[in-house]
């Protein structure tokens, strides 16, 4: 019942972009992750409970005096444990990070990026913006994600598609989903400010999570767009 009521709900959230939940890098595996709790999580429990049921098995479990032992090795190896993460929290996020973006960037075809570049002039758009918001949502919603959202549109309407997942009400090509989000949202934002720029991806997305993660790329494609005044 917890794993349902917890990773089910994240799960049912996640699919109908329900603002509340934390996206992280990768909604694809977030989504595998949820789901594999659900799993692993039950399977547990209806072990645990049969193994429960044989009375041979008593002698495993400890006296009073044992659990408070274990409390306080479990309680110290903790704290010792969060003590040394965090002092290597920072530097571990910042290299996974780079490396998921360098991945999701390596992944996406180089027309796609050259589409970006032509139709970002045509539409005076900030062309490291769009690049960025193109590597997030890659990064998100890898290509093998998207396919199965065009499967499942068989049984729906309307929804976000093509690698800038665009609200449409059929699906699209990533191709066309470049050329709609350009003229939807990013038409004329050139020579924005880094605060009208910020407003602008919080238009896109208003997850705060996702914001920061595109001002990552946007930094991680060309520092100097970050240095832009307010």
């Not at 960037?105 to 027309?111: E, G, Q, R, V």
């Not at 690049?131 to 949502?137: G, L, M």
Request: glycine share 4%; aromatic share 14%; charged share 20%.
């Amino acid at each position: 019942m917890y794993s349902f009521y917890t990773d089910g709900l994240a799960l049912i959230k996640i699919y109908k972009g329900a603002r509340d939940i934390k996206i992280y890098s990768n909604v694809a595996k977030q989504c595998l992750f949820h789901f594999w709790a659900i799993i692993s999580v039950s399977g547990i429990g209806v072990i645990a409970g049969y193994i429960s049921k044989f009375n041979q098995l008593y002698f495993l479990l400890p006296n009073s005096q044992g659990v408070i032992d274990n409390f306080w090795t479990a309680f110290i190896t903790a704290f010792v444990f969060f003590v040394y993460k965090k002092s290597h929290q920072r530097f571990e996020i910042k290299v996974t990070l780079d490396d998921s973006i360098n991945k999701s960037s390596n992944d996406i075809p180089l027309y796609l990026f050259s589409l970006i570049e032509e139709e970002s002039k045509k539409n005076n758009a900030n062309e490291t913006l769009v690049k960025a918001i193109c590597i997030a949502e890659n990064l998100q919603r890898p290509k093998w994600f998207r396919s199965l959202e065009t499967i499942v549109s068989k049984f729906g309407s309307k929804g976000s598609y093509g690698i800038m997942q665009v609200q449409t009400d059929k699906p699209i090509s990533d191709s066309e989903s470049i050329k709609l989000a350009i003229t939807k949202y990013f038409k004329d934002t050139k020579w924005k400010s880094k605060t009208e720029i910020d407003e602008t991806i919080h238009n896109y997305n208003s997850s705060e999570n996702y914001v920061s993660l595109v001002n990552e790329i946007i930094n991680y494609i060309d520092p100097s767009e970050n240095q832009t005044s307010q």
